[in-house]
């Protein structure tokens, strides 16, 4: 199969073939009809993540069909249209067991810990505990975008956040993790406010349901920003990039009994924020991380999406080929996609 390599770390990645992957006795082979083009991926690429080893394939959100199975798969067969969470869980740890999959202690992470998805085929362990089945109507595209970017954002806001009615949102970057944050809190009732630095992304945040936009560059103090157009803060801040900055300006942005969600990764020289812990303290402040989503969680966001209340479709934003996709990973330090960009492995 041709898969993108990655033989050293912030290296040009190559473009070759290399062997069809076999399903292990409880796991699947899928074919791999688009996969998307993460931040998280750079990380990997980078060398900031040091579950991956060389030579490498990255790939982590994507959507397929069943191509082969394994002895022991009980709940799929070939031609299944599906996709998989990007945390893919073991099914018998007491994680796995109360229902929090997204944080299984034995995890294993496509295009992370194993060969990943920017290729023709992905081998996926564990089938039955991981695949999720996609809407007959739903693009392939689309369900590629939820794997990592869309479900993260929902479990943030709706699980983690909590996310009511009336309250003020308030969302830091506006890049695909952002984006879908702002859909789902509109769609939910909640009024948005998206901070970012470019205003190509707070025209898309706008269109994307944002009641207020922040040019993050164009004011003096993001925080006091916040607080004066939701009337002293927010009542839930997510920070959707990862920085130090976003990171102390979503809590300092909080309303009394605020809940502040983590989702941007913070990694390499980000790893480490500032947190205005004596504000923590005084006003009861909540700090949550969402890393993800279980596979049985899909079907309340699946339900959403089949209601016409979320339409991730919009998100979707240029696609490549493998090959166009080389010097778009390496760009993503400095320039990040406008919306969801989708690789499809045979273009």
């Known amino acids: 199969m041709r898969a993108m390599v990655v033989e050293l770390f912030d290296r ?20 791999v009809k688009a996969t998307g083009l993460c931040r998280s991926d750079w990380h990997g690429w980078k060398g900031h993540d040091p579950d991956i080893r060389l030579p490498h394939v990255p790939g982590h959100e994507f959507a397929g069909v069943v191509a082969a199975t394994g002895s022991a798969v009980r709940r799929f067969r070939v031609g299944d249209r599906v996709t998989v969470p990007f945390i893919a869980a073991c099914g018998h740890c007491r994680e796995c067991h109360a229902g929090h999959q997204q944080v299984c202690e034995a ?21 039955d505990h ?8 739903m693009t392939f595209a689309t369900a590629a975008s939820l794997g990592c970017r869309f479900a ?5 806001v709706v699980d983690q956040g909590r996310v009511r009615g009336g309250e003020w949102v308030a969302v830091h970057g506006a890049g695909g993790v952002g984006l879908s944050a702002i859909m789902i809190a509109s769609a939910l009732g909640a009024r948005v406010v998206a901070v970012d630095i470019a205003e190509s992304k707070l025209a898309l945040a706008r269109a994307m349901g944002a009641d207020a936009t922040i040019d993050s ?77 279980q596979a049985w969680r899909y079907d309340a966001m699946l339900e959403m ?27 993503m330090g400095d320039t990040a996609p406008d919306g969801i960009a989708i690789i499809d492995p045979r273009a």
């Open 107 to 127: 995890q294993f992470q496509p295009g992370f810990t194993h060969w990943g998805s920017f290729a023709e085929f992905v081998a996926i362990d564990r089938a």
């Open 305 to 331: 999406i089949r209601a016409g209340r979320l339409t991730p479709e919009r998100l979707l934003g240029e696609t490549l080929s493998l090959a166009q996709a080389v010097p778009a990973l390496v760009a």
């Open 152 to 156: 993260t954002s929902f479990r943030a």
């Open 217 to 293: 560059r164009a004011v003096p103090d993001v925080v006091e920003a916040v607080r004066e157009i939701t009337g002293g803060g927010a009542h839930v801040s997510i920070d959707a990039l990862g920085h130090p900055e976003t990171c102390f300006n979503s809590i300092a942005n909080l309303r009394r009994r605020g809940r502040h969600v983590q989702v941007g990764l913070m990694l390499a020289d980000h790893a480490r924020a500032s947190i205005p812990m004596a504000q923590v303290i005084a006003h009861e402040l909540e700090i949550y991380g969402s890393h993800g989503m």
């Open 130 to 137: 991981n695949l999720v089945r996609l809407p007959d109507d």
């Open 12 to 31: 040009v990645p190559e473009i070759r073939d290399v062997p069809d992957p076999v399903p292990a006795p409880d796991g699947v082979v899928i074919d």
